[in-house]
């Protein structure tokens, strides 16, 4: 400092200094306004891009967008407008580094999406230690909601154990479990792994009797070999627990092999359901939503996005557009971006307009947000349009019933957060 | 038969039938390879476009018409990148056409990426093609054996014109000794030409031939192009026999697997190769190579 100071007596060298300081200031000004008030609030928006959970991650993109889009068309909140700042996350690693860049480099006010199970865990332990809000959007794993579940973090995304007896109610109504022999296929990893554990689980509970689990690769896209199995065990019901675009190529295939054998699983996108398309579309799986939902807000909703995007929103876009309005509520009706004040509106007694018939909320305990989900299936009506060749049940849990009976229970799945 | 050994059977004849998508694909790169040196890492690409060309054109042409306009597009695209881009690399060091190569398949994902989104494409097989023909024990798709009758007469064409014709002599003259054949006059670069338009048009047919039963997204390329691989480097680099009996030999260990040990039927082939490569470096029929050996 005292060289600088003796340096700084000569006046060509103080001009330099003060016309750089001037300049640092000009810098530091809105930056520091930034951070107060009128610059935007920042949210760290991270999903798969690429790779099988890619189709997905694209969706969800579109729906952050459309809910940010909205948020600043009606003027942003407090003043300030949102600002989305995407990326592809990859793989867990990478999705653990830019978590990382978007918290300290770019400090975001919020982290939100995430698809994969075990990209949702290393984002959710950056929040954590730097104490930032993290919604996950598509991370179905139960453990991610027990035993690993973060005071930070709260799921958009239903659990695995929801998927499970969503689907169960759905097949102990058509009396396909009890006494019923059942064949299983499962991605080879974390989600599928979980998944089957449930599924079976759920199963056993309920007097089906198991044949077999295959873990199948998660680059498999020809499962002809598989199928030649069904048809030689002939189980009375296959169960698939396999992700992505393995789904969407089983499904076709096992249309295409014919298997008159009652297929369904415990896990279904609408990206694999267009996939498969009309003639490969087959089984019965639950959802956590589809265009085809009945409820004023999700027609309102479905016609925003059509004229946004120019195709129809499925379950993933849904997802990550509630989570960045949620948040907006959040912020504006407790006049804060403040982390513990936000935690505190979400754990409190407020529900939300979640696209569905009734209002959704966030578990206290756990962080889950419990709403209506579906069950889907291919259209009977032959003449169906090329987006309604599958159909939406009514809400499950039915009107009469407790939202919460599909999430585990705290006894089944304990969370406690430190 | 006891129960358990037609399983097998059956899984050994699917084996086999899987063996001919592989085949159609792993050709094209292996006679890329032999005449130009060159390792098409885009091969896969080119299946991509296939499988995207039939899905954009059967709605305004009907599936037939795009079932033949398909592979030819594909193939017409190859002869351009032949002749404006491949041709450059034919003396050049081979790692320039793997970086070429590599980059022009990122290209195409991204670009089929950007155009057609990210999601699988709807994409079903012709009504006509519906349904199974059973025999016996054995039971098996109509869509898929028209498949492996449309694979076989286009191996089986390959090789007619590869063996057969005087087209197929400069070729085998020019895998031997490109100068030589310059020296009588003859110049190799329409037959390099057609040679890539062959190649990639068969890639493209394998596009159009699956686009019906894997899903149609931006990377189905990259998932077939390391199969492809393996059958080319088991059956040995530039070995029309080879290749074939490799492409069946994958087929019937990975049907085999997947009966036995699922989770191992992806890792089943890249343990096969590394069984050939060290038992058998240059693949099962494969001649010596000057350039690798």
Same mark, same amino acid.
């Given at each position: 400092m005292t060289d600088e100071k003796s340096s700084a007596s000569s006046p060509r060298r103080r001009l330099l200094l003060q016309g750089s300081a001037a300049f640092a200031a000009g810098l530091a000004v809105p930056g520091f306004a930034r951070a107060q008030d009128g610059g935007p609030i920042r949210i760290g928006h991270l999903t !798969?891009?690429?790779?099988?959970l890619g189709p997905m991650g694209e969706y969800a993109v579109l729906g952050a967008t459309m809910a940010v889009e909205e948020v600043n068309a009606a003027g942003g909140v407090l003043g300030r407008k949102f600002e989305l700042l995407t990326e592809d996350s990859v793989n867990p690693q990478t999705a653990s580094t830019k978590a990382q860049r978007m918290v300290e480099?770019?400090?975001?006010?919020a982290l939100v999406g995430e698809i994969s199970s075990a990209s949702g865990l290393a984002i959710a332990q950056v929040a954590a230690r730097a104490k930032t809000l993290f919604l996950q959007t598509g991370c179905n794993s139960d453990e991610l909601r027990g035993?690993?579940?973060?005071?930070y973090m709260f799921h958009l995304e239903a659990c695995n154990t929801m998927y499970v007896r969503t689907i169960g109610q759905a097949l102990l109504r058509d009396g396909m479990v009890k006494g019923k022999r059942w064949m299983a296929f499962t991605a080879d990893y974390a989600f599928g792994h979980d998944l089957f554990k449930q599924t079976k689980k759920f199963m056993d509970e309920n007097g089906a009797v198991f044949v077999s689990n295959d873990m199948l690769p998660?680059?498999?896209?020809?499962f002809s070999a598989s199928l030649l199995k069904i048809r030689q065990q002939k189980p009375d019901l296959v169960m698939s627990n396999l992700a992505g675009n393995q789904t969407t190529n089983f499904t076709k295939q096992y249309n295409e092999f014919n298997i008159d054998i009652p297929f369904a699983g415990a896990d279904m996108n609408m990206t694999s359901i267009w996939g498969a398309g009309k003639n490969g579309f087959s089984g019965v799986w639950p959802i956590?939503?589809?265009?085809?939902?009945?409820a004023p807000s999700a027609k309102e909703f479905v016609a925003r996005f059509q004229k946004r995007w120019k195709k129809l929103p499925e379950n993933q876009a849904v997802n990550d557009y509630l989570a960045i309005k949620i948040l907006a509520e959040a912020m504006a009706r407790t006049k804060s971006v403040e982390v513990d004040k936000i935690i505190a509106f979400l754990e409190g007694d407020n529900s939300f307009?979640?696209?569905?018939g009734r209002p959704g909320y966030f578990? !206290?305990?756990?962080h889950q947000m419990v709403y209506e989900m579906y069950t889907v299936q291919p259209s009977e009506?032959?003449?169906?349009g090329k987006d309604d060749f599958m159909v939406t049940s009514k !809400?499950? !849990?039915?009107?009469?019933?407790?939202?919460?009976?599909l999430a585990p229970t705290q006894e089944e799945n304990m969370c406690k957060f430190a | 038969m006891p129960t358990e050994l037609i399983f097998i059977v059956q899984q050994v004849a699917n084996g086999l039938l899987l063996g001919f998508y592989y085949l159609l694909i792993a050709l094209g790169l292996s006679i890329i390879f032999s005449l130009g040196?060159?390792?098409?890492?885009a091969h896969g690409a080119f299946y991509a476009i296939g499988a995207y060309l039939i899905v954009f054109l059967s709605d305004s042409l009907g599936y037939g018409l795009a079932f033949v306009v398909s592979p030819v597009a594909v193939g017409v695209l190859g002869m351009l990148v032949e002749r404006f881009f491949f041709r450059r690399f034919?003396?050049?060091?081979p790692t320039l056409s793997l970086l070429f190569t590599f980059a022009l398949s990122m290209v195409i994902e991204q670009a089929l990426r950007m155009i057609f989104g990210a999601s699988p494409l709807s994409f079903s097989i012709p009504e006509f093609a519906h349904g199974q023909v059973i025999v016996g024990d054995f039971f098996y798709p109509v869509y898929r054996i028209g498949m492996l009758f449309v694979a076989i007469a286009a191996v089986a064409g390959t090789w007619l014109l590869l063996n057969r014709t005087a087209f197929g002599k400069i070729v085998k003259a020019g895998i031997n000794d490109p100068d030589m054949v310059r020296a009588m006059g003859i110049s190799l670069n329409p037959v390099m030409t057609a040679v890539c338009g062959l190649g990639i048009g068969l890639a493209g047919l394998s596009g159009v031939l699956l686009a019906p039963i894997t899903g149609v997204q931006p990377a189905m390329g990259q998932e077939i192009l390391t199969a492809a691989f393996v059958v080319v480097v088991i059956g040995g680099l530039g070995s029309f026999w080879g290749v074939v009996v490799a492409a069946m030999l994958v087929g019937v260990i990975r049907g085999l697997t997947s009966y036995?040990?699922?989770?191992a039927s992806e890792a089943s082939l890249y343990l096969l190769m590394l069984l050939i490569l060290v038992l058998r470096p240059r693949g099962l029929l494969g001649e010596k190579f000057e350039r690798l050996e």
């Open positions: !798969p891009r690429t790779g099988f480099r770019d400090k975001v006010d035993k690993n579940c973060s005071r998660t680059d498999a896209t020809e956590i939503w589809t265009h085809q939902v009945q307009d979640v696209l569905r578990r !206290p305990w756990d009506d032959k003449n169906a !809400p499950v !849990p039915a009107a009469d019933q407790s939202l919460e009976v | 040196g060159i390792v098409n890492l034919y003396r050049a060091d036995f040990y699922p989770p």
